[in-house]
């Protein structure tokens, strides 16, 4: 007697078998998710915003209105003064022109008090060259600067331990003077915890020695600021 049914389509052929495969992935996977391990990661994220040059001042457009001038007045008459020889007349004294001892020093000391004078990054004339930036040129040379700081602070980042247990962030200002020989001086910081301000003040600290800005041609001091953001995520 033979079979009613196909032996191709026979539903019950090599049963056991995919059995056997199903059980074995459902108990790989079943180990796989007892063995899987899970950690807590905090991540640091650094942000540095550009120098705005807020020493820019717009200056509003006014329309200059011009007045006519006022009509010559009419040509008085020609009146002829005769005058005796024993009269008097007084002689025009001509002063001199040449510069005193006086004029000098006070010329040497308004030179001294404008090699004093502090001049902004943003209106320098020669900004103070970061090492690296030499070649680079001169129109160029203020994005360079901000590039290498930028650079420089991301290198030496490091977020305080302390500061993340207490899940403490924010933005710390930095600011700082670029003395006449190049050198970082009188740093200032000011942000939300006193631990920010020290990482930040550590990695302007470590800023190093650059070409000084020069105003007129002459060697001055240049402050700069730049703030520093401290995030979790």
């Not at 063995?35 to 990661?41: A, F, M």
């Not at 550009?50 to 009419?74: A, G, H, L, R």
């Not at 040129?137 to 030496?156: G, L, T, V």
Request: with cysteine.
């Amino acid at each position: 007697m033979q079979p009613k049914k196909n032996p191709k389509v026979d539903l019950n052929k090599n049963s056991s078998l995919y059995f056997a495969i199903g059980l074995a992935l459902v108990l790989f996977i079943i180990w796989r998710g007892i063995e899987w391990k899970s950690y807590d990661k905090s991540a640091y994220l650094y942000e540095s915003l550009n120098v705005v040059d807020d020493d820019d001042e717009e200056i509003p457009i006014t329309e200059q209105i011009k007045t006519p001038p006022p009509p010559p007045p009419p040509p008085a008459p020609e009146v002829i003064e005769v005058v005796e020889d024993e009269e008097e007349i007084e002689e025009t004294v001509i002063e001199s022109t040449e510069t005193d001892q006086e004029e000098i020093v006070e010329v040497e000391v308004l030179e001294e008090e404008f090699e004093d004078v502090d001049v902004p990054f943003a209106i320098i004339e020669d900004v103070p060259i970061y090492p690296g930036c030499e070649n680079v040129p001169k129109s160029k040379r203020r994005d360079c600067f901000q590039e290498q700081i930028n650079k420089h602070i991301r290198r030496n980042f490091r977020y305080p331990e302390i500061a993340q247990e207490m899940g403490i962030q924010g933005r710390v200002f930095v600011s700082f003077i670029i003395s006449k020989d190049g050198t970082i001086s009188n740093i200032r910081k000011r942000g939300p915890d006193k631990n920010l301000e020290r990482e930040a003040e550590r990695i302007i600290s470590k800023l190093p020695k650059m070409t000084p800005g020069k105003q007129r041609g002459r060697a001055v001091r240049v402050p700069f600021s730049i703030p520093i953001t401290f995030r979790l995520q």
